[in-house]
């Protein structure tokens, strides 16, 4: 991810350190994602098309050696965000871990020294659950949830959109004194250019786009009359494997390609253009930068401040950290940590590796055996770095949740904590790793009984595959194998006997197979790491079981621990209505709706016709019409919403189009049984239209002659 920070500048003071710093300045902070340095034109590459980076490279001072500690976003962010390591923000993974509410982020240091923060991402991995949004007063993460969930990568929206929301927003202020955060994620896959950016690497492609992304939203900030003023900073999260040592993404390794991103700090006026700088830095000395830049406390970080770099050729190289859980929270293979410092690279693994990266920039040639002393040294930077702070092992289970675990027929135990030095090297499971990606790609493509065969084949030779197991399930449960895919899940909770979306799972499943307890029971363990989605599951199960009370209790949980979970409030909404209290149901309603726009696939049956009702008895008749069509829009055989909206149309004198309405229930049913003609017949008795009920009853009676409603 690339991060442009632009600051605009309101006031200049030197300080003693001879930095210029620009107190009251804005902050726009830029985030690019998967942008790896040397695919950029600014360090040598020549297959690209980035001319805005480019230009900006020409006014700025150039970084050449800026590296991330983690070649995950989530992490990474948090890195950028706080200033800290992420063996001290502790979020070590995409999944499962959320920012702490105590940290600091540059978001909350910049507001509490009264600057308006607004951000807008393109990534479901950066929602605002993640923590990643404190301190913000506008956090845009609309983003619609695509795929089947194996990919968080399919959970992303395009820049122009992510664009127009926060230049929108940076219009309405009123003030320059501003922090902005603008997340892109065009270089990340699935890699898909727009035809006007198609190149020959498609990779390059997205790139490119994100290129013109940037001076898009440049361009709002210069209509503004303030970039000419600015100070405009371009870093990234991490790089792309791209296949360079096996791997084609990212994740796995902490090979330079991975973790050797772009650094830009353009000044104003132009200050040192053209200038570049060598020496080790990292993606946590971005945060201590911003925060010396525009003079405001940058302690109990990480990061050190590079803002007095400007017009040096070198800066005093720093041992930059880095480090990547992946392989052993999802595999179950060894963890990777790595420190580069000057010219040497050192990756802590089973087999670790040295590389010198004046003479071997690509990383070939391990002289970890040749360079002791070097690789000593490095390796004690890593040790001093994480010390204290091991966590990729699954925390204990409590007594009680594993004696629940077992009533349920889970009789496993969580993956034994076990040295990395006796764990699988990576570097030899990277064949596995491609090979499960190609199994997630079938089932992607609805192709679930070829990938069942790849990941039956994958699962028998590696066990702790915990991603493998997962999507297994997942793949029987689509195919209908539902005992097959229990089967597959219980593997799941025997390495991760607490992994909430695999209880949920179970949840599910059980509670289609008219098994409510176990449902429950599965539910309830959820709710002890992901209580919004846990709780909300709660209510479901109890509105299933008629205790609207119940339901009510665990929906508002769920609404105060993540406010944007729709279904709880929409459930929220239903026991309202049902107390008759409408006005506190069209303001659930109206939340659900806006809060499910991140998945407009999905269906709600009666949230809209729910809403029509409550505005109908409001006598707001043409805001219920419009709500009685949304719903029939999302479901053409909704009997509520038909003879909802068929009651509106015959209170208003418009009876053919009530009887159209009405009438087109049969056609909209698909197998039409004699309980919908009888809704058709009955609505018609009710709104006092005899003649279309007498004429329905006849063709229902032709139809279902034994039926006696029809008589």
């Not at 499971?429 to 090979?435: F, M, S």
């Not at 790849?454 to 699962?459: E, F, H, K, V």
């Not at 309405?661 to 056609?667: D, G, M, N, T």
Request: aromatic share 6%.
């Amino acid at each position: 991810m690339a991060i442009a920070i632009v600051l605009v500048a309101c006031g200049r003071e030197r300080s003693s350190s001879a930095t210029t710093r620009y107190r009251d300045a804005p902050v726009i902070l830029i985030s690019i994602d998967t942008l790896r340095a040397d695919h950029l034109g600014l360090y040598g590459y020549q297959n690209g098309s980035t001319p805005i980076l480019d230009r900006l490279g020409r006014e700025a001072i150039v970084f050449d050696d800026l590296y991330s500690h983690c070649p995950l976003t989530l992490p990474s962010h948090a890195s950028l965000m706080t200033g800290l390591l992420p063996v001290h923000h502790g979020v070590r993974d995409n999944i499962g871990y959320t920012l702490r509410s105590d940290q600091r982020t540059l978001a909350s240091r910049f507001k509490a020294a009264g600057y308006a923060t607004g951000g807008a991402v393109s990534a479901f991995v950066l929602r605002h659950q993640t923590g990643i949004a404190q301190g913000f007063d506008f956090f845009d993460d609309a983003i619609e949830i695509a795929g089947t969930g194996e990919s968080l990568s399919d959970s992303q929206r395009d820049g122009a959109r992510t664009v127009e929301a926060l230049a929108a927003w940076t219009d309405r202020q009123t003030t320059p004194k501003l922090f902005v955060f603008l997340h892109l994620y065009e270089p990340h896959t699935p890699y898909a250019p727009p035809p006007s950016h198609r190149l020959a690497n498609p990779y390059d492609g997205d790139i490119a786009y994100a290129d013109e992304l940037v001076g898009r939203f440049l361009d709002r900030i210069a209509a503004r009359n303030l970039l000419d003023r600015a100070i405009v900073a371009i870093v990234s999260d991490h790089g792309e494997g791209l296949n360079d040592h096996g791997e084609s993404e990212h994740g796995i390794f902490l090979y330079r390609e991975a973790l050797h991103v772009p650094g830009l700090l353009r000044l104003p006026s132009h200050a040192h253009a053209g200038t570049r700088v060598s020496g080790t830095i990292g993606i946590a000395d971005v945060a201590a930068t911003l925060l010396d830049l525009a003079g405001l406390d940058a302690s109990g970080i990480d990061g050190r401040s590079f803002a007095s770099a400007a017009g040096a050729a070198r800066i005093d190289d720093r041992s930059i950290y880095a480090e990547t859980q992946y392989p052993r929270l999802h595999f179950g293979w060894s963890d990777l940590a790595s420190a580069v410092e000057g010219r040497y690279h050192y990756i802590r693994a089973p087999r670790p590796e040295l590389f010198d990266l004046t003479i071997d920039p690509a990383e070939r040639q391990n002289l970890a055996s040749t360079k002791p002393a070097t690789e000593a040294a490095l390796r004690t930077a890593i040790e001093q770095a994480s010390a204290g702070t091991d966590v990729a092992d699954p925390a204990d289970v409590p007594a009680d949740v594993r004696d629940r675990l077992k009533s349920l027929g889970y009789v496993g135990s969580s993956r034994p904590a076990t040295a990395a030095s006796r764990l699988a090297d990576p570097k030899d499971e990277i064949g596995t790793y491609e090979t499960l990606k190609q199994a997630l790609a079938l089932a992607a493509q609805g192709r679930d009984e070829e990938a069942v065969r790849q990941l039956r084949a994958l699962t028998a030779r590696n066990a702790g595959l915990l991603d493998g197991w997962e999507a297994l399930a997942k793949s029987l449960e689509r195919l209908g194998r539902t005992k097959d895919a229990i089967d597959a899940f219980a593997k799941v909770l025997e390495l991760e006997p607490l992994k909430p979306e695999t209880h949920l799972a179970l949840a599910r499943i059980y509670a289609l197979d008219r098994q409510p307890d176990k449902a429950r029971a599965h539910a309830e363990l959820a709710a002890q790491r992901d209580p919004a989605a846990a709780y909300e599951t709660l209510a479901e199960l109890s509105m299933d079981a008629g205790r609207a009370d119940e339901a009510e209790t665990f929906a508002r949980k769920s609404i105060a621990v993540d406010p944007s979970r729709y279904m709880s409030l929409f459930i929220a909404g239903v026991v309202e209505q049902r107390r008759g209290r409408c006005d506190q149901a069209t303001a659930f309603y109206e939340r659900a709706i806006e809060a499910k726009r991140i998945e407009p696939q999905a269906v709600v049956r009666n949230l809209h016709a729910g809403l029509a009702d409550c505005l109908a008895r409001a006598g707001r008749t043409a805001d219920a019409e419009r709500e009685f069509n949304a719903e029939l829009e999302a479901v053409p055989a909704s009997p509520e919403a038909r003879v909802g909206l068929a009651t509106l149309y015959r209170s208003q004198g418009r009876d053919r189009e009530a009887r159209d309405v009405l009438e087109r229930l049969i056609a909209a049913t698909p197998n039409a049984d004699a309980g919908t003609y009888w809704t058709v017949v009955h609505a018609f008795r009710v709104l006092g239209d005899d003649r279309a009920a007498r004429e329905w009853t006849a063709r229902a009676r032709a139809k279902f002659p034994q039926d006696q409603r029809f008589r």
